[in-house]
């Protein structure tokens, strides 16, 4: 699971998340900051809880769409800290493709969730 590509992109973009988040202001520990970390976490958690249950087709499936909805959070809270000026307008744009990326892949997998799935 570490070895996939989406998994790595999305812990890259986590990290990154984790070391802006830092500077937010201390009025956003309980909101924001703490919204927009989980979520980016939870792309890779449930990347690890469905690829582990992977014998289950339905199951895999179903985490990495999880795992696209906790993306979407993170890109919603991205254009929060944007609007708020807690990030400029450049690593907007850089930490939003970056979740476009990962859509896709997931998407991909999705799509051939068979090949994934198959002899465990």
Request: neutral net charge; charged residues 35%; contains cysteine.
């Amino acid at each position: 699971m570490r070895d996939l590509e989406v998994y790595q992109l999305a812990l890259e973009a986590a990290m990154e998340i984790f070391e802006i988040s830092r500077g937010f202001p201390k009025e956003e520990i309980y909101s924001l900051t703490d919204q927009i970390r989980r979520s980016s976490r939870s792309v890779c958690v449930n990347l690890a809880e469905g690829w582990r249950r992977r014998r289950y087709k339905a199951v895999f499936v179903n985490k990495l769409t999880d795992a696209e909805q906790e993306a979407a959070e993170t890109q919603t809270w991205l254009e929060f800290t944007l609007r708020c000026k807690y990030i400029n307008n450049e690593m907007f744009k850089m930490l939003d493709e970056k979740y476009e990326h990962i859509f896709a892949k997931l998407i991909t997998m999705e799509r051939k969730a068979d090949t994934f799935c198959k002899a465990v």
